[in-house]
């Protein structure tokens, strides 16, 4: 017999659920979790949850983004129980322009529920997303939203989601028309009929167990055509479906789809008792040296994401720490790998119920706040006392480059700082050329750029501006051959830059001069992530 090593957090560990929505913005990610924090008794009244949208005109309404970032920290990982799980929510922003930030959270989540509005389909957000999540073969539930609204042809959106994301369906739930004729869900799993009703509190008797779709009472319910439609539906998906495999969920492989209305708290309940079912307990990871199984004593985890203090005055920040394996402690020295120091944290914080507590402790598959005074870089490992770091926490080609000019030669230094600090916290990336004396800034989008002259001007009194670059994507560059590579670099000057880490990086103006390049150099390998010098 295969005896599995007893895990000594077990208990901890199989109760915990760690994952983020994701969705193109407005499909309706903000008010399905406010949903989901109402079932988990994590907040009172719906209205609760802030949208953390940055709305259109926020572009040159630096006040918005920075009431939009107070409530970013607040809500960036909301805990709640519910059936004795313990539940971990990341937010991810939905502004595109803040995309990153979304890539690197899912980096520290076990799984996603992805929502889909049944009127737009699959949107532009939705495929990058699902793009990043396959990289991990993060497991996906699907939630189709807005179905009390006149979507889409189910079977026409199941065939384009499938499609488009190239990712395998399996409906859990089936619905009954849509828009002002929709009636209601059938559970193909547990053989129930739910009614819709537009309110926030599901009640019992909305539900109709059937045994059999033959039964006279479907007719009753909804009226002989919708009950004949959905015996043809029903037979024809599980002819098709099946039983869902949960191997293949886990795997990434298949994803099972409930249908609903978010706003009317339709559908919801379905899918939140589904995930609880089967959504992955925290799982083992990769590093450099081996895989860490979550299961092994000694505690580590990384950094995901950074958060700046509002106040500019204090420059401390919150460093988001996802612990991977063993059990954090409050106040016990952890080995931070890339600075090769011990350091220890006196207030980490847990993030339960939405109220920013002092723990004591963290178990895998938890995200601990811990204030940082400028010990962390996105990625970064604590551990007690190994040296490896966890790998798959890639950063991504910037889409838009510009070269920064110090405006102030009086505040060289507090700009050089600024950069520096606003890079490691991730809203930006920071490539140099010529020995460091011109520094290019690369962003997903155009907005970050408002934001880093803003905050840079208000936090580190550094006056900067930003010329546009006509590069389109920045490539890494590795080679077996040194004396190639340092060739290379040397020949493609304009072209060639260093990353934060002093890895060299080819910036290309155009997808033709980028692919010339790779035909013409086949002894250099162009990596579009920087995953290859983890
Ligand atoms: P996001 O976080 O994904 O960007 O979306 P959000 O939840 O903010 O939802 C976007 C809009 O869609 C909101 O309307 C929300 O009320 C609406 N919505 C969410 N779920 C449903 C649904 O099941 N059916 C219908 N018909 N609408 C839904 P809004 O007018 O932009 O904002 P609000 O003023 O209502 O908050």
Redesign the pocket.
């Known amino acids: 017999m295969n005896h599995q090593p007893a895990m000594k957090y077990e208990k901890e560990i199989n109760r915990r659920r760690t994952f983020a929505i994701i969705?193109?913005?407005?499909?309706?990610?903000?008010?399905?979790?406010?949903k989901l924090l109402l079932f988990g008794g994590a907040i009172q009244t719906a209205g609760a949850v802030k949208?953390?949208?940055i709305k259109k005109h926020a572009t040159s309404d630096f006040m918005e983004i920075e009431r939009q970032r107070g409530i970013s920290v607040a809500t960036s990982v909301m805990t709640f129980e519910y059936e004795g799980m313990l539940i971990n929510l990341l937010d991810t922003p939905?502004h595109k322009d803040f995309a990153e930030d979304t890539y690197r959270t899912l980096t520290a989540v076990d799984s996603v529920i992805l929502?889909i509005?049944s009127v737009n389909g699959v949107e532009a957000q939705t495929r990058r997303l699902m793009e990043v999540c396959r990289m991990r073969d993060t497991p996906v539930i699907v939630f189709i939203?807005?179905?009390?609204?006149d979507g889409k042809n189910r079977f026409d959106l199941l065939e384009e989601i499938e499609k488009e994301l190239n990712l395998a369906l399996h409906p859990m739930t089936w619905p009954i028309n849509s828009g002002k004729d929709f009636k209601g869900v059938y559970n193909l799993d547990n053989k129930s009929l739910r009614l819709f009703t537009a309110s926030t509190k599901a009640e019992e008797e909305d539900t109709i167990a059937i045994n059999d779709l033959n039964d006279a009472i479907l007719d009753a319910k909804i009226g002989e055509r919708d009950a004949a439609h959905l015996r043809e539906d029903a037979e024809l998906i599980e002819g098709v479906h099946g039983e869902l495999n949960i191997a293949d969920y886990l795997a990434g492989k298949v994803a099972p789809v409930f249908f609903?209305?978010?706003?009317?708290n339709?559908g919801v309940q379905e899918m939140l008792d589904t995930f609880i079912r089967i959504a992955p307990i925290p799982r083992s990871r990769e590093t450099s040296l081996r895989t860490i199984e979550v299961g092994d004593d000694a505690f580590s985890g990384f950094v995901f994401k950074i958060h700046a203090n509002l106040d500019p005055k204090h420059r401390d920040r919150i460093a988001f720490l996802r612990v991977c394996s063993g059990r954090f402690e409050r106040n016990k020295y952890y080995h931070h790998v890339r600075l090769d120091k011990e350091i220890r944290f006196s207030n980490p914080y847990s993030f339960l119920a939405r109220s920013k507590d002092v723990i004591e402790d963290a178990y895998p598959g938890d995200v601990v706040g811990l204030f940082d005074t400028g010990n962390f870089k996105i990625g970064d490992t604590l551990t007690e006392g190994d040296n490896f770091f966890f790998t798959g926490i890639p950063t991504f080609s910037p889409e838009i480059f510009k070269e920064l000019v110090n405006k102030d030669p009086m505040k060289t230094k507090q700009l050089e700082k600024g950069v520096q600090q606003l890079t490691d916290e991730g809203v930006a990336q920071l490539f140099t050329q010529h020995g460091g004396n011109k520094k290019i800034i690369g962003c997903v989008g155009d907005l970050q750029f408002e934001v880093i002259q803003y905050r840079l001007l208000q936090e580190y009194g550094a006056a900067a501006e930003f010329r546009t670059l006509p590069f389109y994507k920045a490539c890494w560059l590795t080679s077996k051959d040194q004396k190639k590579l340092d060739d290379f670099l040397r020949f493609k000057q304009m072209n060639s830059a260093e990353d934060k880490d002093g890895h060299p990086v080819y910036l290309a103006q155009s997808e033709w001069f980028l692919n010339t390049e790779i035909t013409n150099n086949p002894d250099i390998q162009f990596h579009f992530s920087s995953e290859v010098h983890k």
């Open positions: 969705s193109h913005p407005d499909a309706g990610k903000t008010t399905l979790t406010e949208s953390n949208k939905g929502v509005d939203n807005k179905m009390d609204r609903g209305s978010a706003v009317n339709f």
